[in-house]
């Protein structure tokens, strides 16, 4: 017992394992504050998760983000990962006999000359680290075939059903479809959205398969699988088993994790542990590796493994939590650290692409003034696995993640780590939609945000979708009165779609109208009612020399005495406030002239903030004397303002002399 209780005492102190340095990347301080070399780095290195092949893809298709990427990667050569051809698709939740029957499975069909061609996530990746599972969603992207194992476990795991969903995406198209083969392990309730994908199932649950031995059951999946399976080889290289028979304790175990345990390593342990023989050498005819272990109840000891002590039973189970709870607190495992903590009540993380950082702070900023407490990235880093963990804190104490999407954000690399990592914390993630790029997300994208509610900034009213999606972030906890309240939800219900839904919907009362007797502006010039006539006569001067312009004083030839809070409609049924949103999205350019009163006023306040949000260039204009940028307004639209150089028209004199730059400032905007 002495010498046992050594052992165990001995083992608590030497399995700490050292942390992996990352020495892949040796790149300048300013170049990692930059997003495209951020990005070419995450494109070059081998664990990266978007494929070079899939950003030549859209480099044809004219995506200039991409473009850049591509452009700015670095010319050194470097070694990667030959993508393999056969995905092997499964639950990483799954029990001990259903774990052991599929590693049997990829046993043979690698003894059938497809080691080299076969993707299996127990030998390439950590299972339970974020980083693992982007290469999973990498490898069923590339894949030309993938074998799936169906069971209870598999569509109670959320990552098995996203690479299911994934394949059924690739199906849809006729370019890189993939194979599937599944295999129905247990009975199980197929959801409808999938049954299309899994044809020609091979059934293990009939009454006289299920009574066989694993090793049968292997057997019968390999003899269904061997003719059709290997025309989607590439290298068909035979099965090298690596063999070192145990001669002496080496003790490597302590160097590494528990999910990279091969048998040997197994055996290793248990013998530290001073486990006899007997069932040691249960373990061996089982096969048991640290992915089997992890796995390992007290069930599975006694049923499967004949381990029928007790006590031994119990010294195995707590050795084996002492383990993983010590993994847990190595560095590497930022990850844990993350799922555990509390998220926050009303608090938002929000991520958007670093070209569209004013579209981000301007809603941010709205959100804010709503009551929400809205988290951003702090840090780039030099590699998405410090990216992620210096940023998953943030994440994690989000009570829900908003996506801004955008053309830009769609083939973003930044954008997609973050999602990817809020999706295996199972954050909530809502969509607000500025751009429908719903042709350029990547295959995994699309299956991950498909069903995701989605709120429509791009062809709703600004105000209209901002309160539709604080309803979402923040749903409020009472609303007094009944039938308020149901009207109420009603309306803020019918505001939000999947975004797959939103790709092919289209509000026409958003676009302009191709049988409209107007002629579709290039100026929209927001201004305030004390400035009439000299708002007319640079509409006049503008449209003189080829500018459309629209103001609010000629809406469908009524009075130009018209305020914007009357709710009547024209003649069309086309409100003022539509017509505004309509207008300014059509145009090329804002022109904004600026008085104390316009600063005063809540209308040009709400100008200014459909423009940042449009990402309209704006021209501003000073009619009155003021300092420049000026005070009395918002901060992030006075930010806003102070990012475009000022064009003085206060004087008669200056008026006349620099109508022709403010000409000039408008026709450069729409050159651009």
Known sequence: ?????????????????????????????????????????????????????????????????????????????????????????????????????????????????????????????????????????????????????????????????????????????????????????????????????????????????????????????????????????????????????????????????????????????????????????????????????????????????????????????????????????????????????????????????????????????????????????????QSKEEFLKTNSPLIASAAKVLLILTETAAGSTFVYHQILFSEWLGKTILIAVFRNPWPLLRTALRAMLGEKPAVDFENQLYPVALNILDHQLNPPRRVPGVILAQSYLERMEEGVKPLKALTVTTVASFIWPQNSDEVEPKVFISYQWDSQAKILEISRYLEANGLPCWTDLCVRGQSRIRTRTEASSDRTGDTLHNSIQRSMKAAFAVLSCITPKYIQSDNCHKDLQLAATLQKPLVPVLLRFMPWPPDGIPKHIRRFLFNHPVIDLSTERLFQQNLSIVLSRIKQCIKN
């Open 1 to 381: 017992m002495e010498d046992s209780t050594k052992k165990e005492e001995h083992l608590e102190d030497e399995t700490a394992l050292p942390t992996k340095k990352d020495d892949t990347m040796e790149q300048s301080d300013d170049q990692a504050q930059a997003l495209e070399t951020y990005s070419s780095r995450c494109i070059q290195t081998v664990d990266d998760i978007v494929t070079q092949e899939h950003l030549t893809e859209n480099n044809q298709n004219g995506n200039p983000k991409l473009k850049n990427f591509s452009s700015n990667a670095p010319s050194k050569p470097r070694t990667r990962k030959n993508a393999k051809a056969i995905f092997i698709s499964s639950a990483s939740n799954s029990a001990f006999l259903e774990r052991k029957f599929i590693s049997e499975t990829v046993r043979q069909l690698k003894e059938n000359n497809l080691a080299e061609d076969i993707w299996y996530a127990k030998d390439e990746v950590d299972i339970s680290s974020p980083l693992g599972h982007s290469e999973r969603l990498d490898a069923v992207e590339k894949c030309k075939a993938a074998v799936v194992f169906l069971s209870h476990s598999y569509f109670k795991c959320p990552f098995a059903v996203l690479e299911s969903k994934i394949l059924f995406e690739r199906s849809k198209s006729s370019k890189r479809p993939a194979k599937v083969f599944p295999v129905l392990y247990s009975p199980v309730e197929i959801p409808k959205g999938l049954t299309a994908l899994f044809h020609g199932i091979i059934d293990l649950t009939g009454s006289q398969v299920a009574k066989t031995s694993l090793a049968e059951k292997s057997s019968i999946v390999i003899g269904n699988l061997s003719n059709e399976i290997d025309k989607y080889s590439l290298i068909r290289a035979p099965f090298c088993p690596r063999t070192s028979p145990m001669t002496e304790l080496t003790g490597e175990f302590r160097t590494k994790r528990l999910h990279s345990w091969k048998t040997e390593d197994v055996q290793d342990w248990l013998i530290h542990l001073g486990i006899s023989e007997f069932y040691r050498l249960s373990f061996a005819e089982f096969a048991v590796d640290g992915y089997l272990l992890l796995s390992v109840t007290d069930e599975a000891l006694f049923q499967y493994l004949g381990v029928d002590s007790r006590a031994v039973r119990r010294k195995i189970l707590h050795q084996l939590a002492a383990i993983q709870y010590r993994e847990q607190k190595f560095p590497e495992s930022w990850h844990f650290q993350a799922r555990i903590l509390r998220p926050r009540t009303d608090t938002v993380y929000m991520i958007y692409d670093i070209n569209d950082i004013q579209l981000g702070q301007s809603l941010k900023n709205e959100l804010k003034h709503k009551g929400l407490q809205v988290l951003t990235w702090e840090k780039l880093g």
